[in-house]
Structures are given as structure tokens and as C-alpha cells.
């Protein structure tokens, strides 16, 4: 069945370092892809999406670009701030309307 | 905004008790979800109610899980008899139309089942 898989966390940077936090997936077909953000106390946000290959999600400054070829979505910012610091999850939706999410990435940024 | 509500936050209650959660998905929204996730592992799907009715489940929603619309406006997850195994954060979510469609979650209701 459709799963994703994303690198293990937690991971901790200093403010305005790059980010990258790798995402692939499985599935039969083509997939749209998420990626969701979930700060301390609050429930799961959408960050950003991509529904087809090529496209390139992007919002509040992370970016992710659907690429079929190598069945990944990795997310990227180029400088992080403090207020990044949150629980990261890549997840997918094919056909069935269920979403599955990979396992979360812990991002603490250090001031 | 319009977001997804989830009511209690927290719920602790006694192994063989009935509980039901309760979520407000966004008003014009006609699909609507339950996940949950056990501490530290991943967010898994358990239900999703379309027209009324059921329309996907997993293989963790078994016959102590039920989901209701009793109203214009609430979205109910019951499980019947609780098991220690219950507890975990469950998380309602909505969206406007079915697959592959953005779905907006809710805070979660954290459940503990002792």
C-alpha cells in the first residue's frame, strides 16, 4: 500500500541556517503531496501541497517540489527562524480520500 | 478563519468506559475525518463520512468505533468500550470535496485511557 517515509529527527539548527527534511513516497499512481506543520499545543496545519509532478509547493518561506522520478517531496527553507520550531510531517493522498503521513520530523531552531 | 473545532482537549477516562468526541468541521465543508495518533507514532487514519454515511474506514476502526452527524454541525467519534491501547490524540479534519483535496484538522482531543 501508499506510505511515506521521512528522515528521522529530531533535528536542531541555529536561526538562519538552510533546512532541508527529506521525504519520499509509495504509491501506485500519482499522488498529491502535503506537507503539514504542527506547532507546540495546536492541532496540524497545512504548510504547503503540490498535486501533480514538477510543481512546487511554497509557502512562509518552505518550499517542496513533487519530483516523480525519485518518488520524493523534500521540504526546504533557506533561512529558519526561532518561531520554525515545530513537528513537520510529509503525507499523501491518492485517490481513496484518506491522507498517510510519514512518522514527523521534531525541528528545533536555536536562537 | 474558518477552522475545525474539537471538543474536550483532554479526556481522561476508566478502561470499559464509553467516551465520544466531538468536532465542528468548517461549515461548508462535506467530508469529514477522524485520525489519531498513539505517542510517537505516526498519524493513522481511522474514519472518513461523506452524504451521511461512511465512506473509507481502516482496519483500526473496528465495531468499538462509531461516527454520527446528529446535527447541521457536529461530527462525533464514539468508541464504545475503551482499551488501554485507546489512548492517544484524535484528531478530526475537514475538507470541501473528497481525494486529494486539502484537509483542514482540528486541535485534537487527547485521550487517556487508564
Known amino acids: 500500500g501508499d506510505s511515506v517515509t521521512q528522515m528521522e529527527g529530531p533535528v536542531t539548527l541555529s536561526e538562519e541556517a538552510f533546512l532541508t527534511i527529506n521525504c519520499t513516497y509509495t504509491?501506485?499512481?500519482?499522488?498529491?503531496l502535503f506537507w503539514y506543520v504542527q506547532y507546540p499545543g495546536e492541532g496540524l496545519q497545512l504548510l504547503l501541497k503540490?498535486?501533480?509532478?514538477?510543481d512546487k509547493g511554497s509557502n512562509k518561506g518552505f518550499e517542496a517540489t513533487y519530483r516523480k522520478e525519485t518518488t520524493s517531496f523534500h521540504l526546504e527553507k533557506g533561512s529558519v527562524q526561532v518561531s520554525d520550531s515545530a513537528v513537520y510531517f510529509c503525507?499523501?493522498?491518492?485517490?481513496?480520500?484518506?491522507?498517510?503521513f510519514g512518522q514527523g520530523t521534531r525541528l528545533t531552531i536555536n536562537p | 478563519e474558518p477552522e475545525v473545532t474539537q471538543t474536550p482537549s483532554h479526556q481522561v477516562t476508566q478502561m470499559g468506559q464509553e467516551v465520544i468526541l466531538r468536532c465542528v468541521p468548517i461549515?461548508?465543508?462535506?467530508?469529514f475525518y477522524w485520525y489519531r495518533q498513539i505517542l510517537g507514532q505516526k498519524v493513522e487514519f481511522l474514519v472518513s463520512?461523506?452524504?451521511?454515511?461512511?465512506?473509507?474506514k481502516s482496519e483500526i476502526f473496528d465495531d468499538q468505533f462509531s461516527v454520527e452527524r446528529p446535527d447541521g454541525s457536529n461530527f462525533t467519534l464514539k468508541i464504545r468500550s475503551t482499551k488501554l491501547e485507546d489512548s492517544a490524540m484524535y484528531f478530526c479534519?475537514?475538507?470541501?470535496?473528497?481525494?486529494?483535496?486539502?484537509?483542514?484538522f482540528g486541535p485534537g482531543t487527547r485521550l487517556l485511557v487508564l
Open positions: 503540490a498535486t501533480k509532478a514538477d
Open positions: 504509491a501506485t499512481g500519482y499522488p498529491s
Open positions: 503525507a499523501l493522498s491518492e485517490g481513496a480520500q484518506k491522507l498517510v
Open positions: 479534519a475537514s475538507s470541501l470535496s473528497g481525494p486529494r483535496e486539502t484537509q483542514y
Open positions: 463520512f461523506y452524504n451521511n454515511e461512511i465512506s473509507e
Open positions: 461549515s461548508n465543508h462535506l467530508y
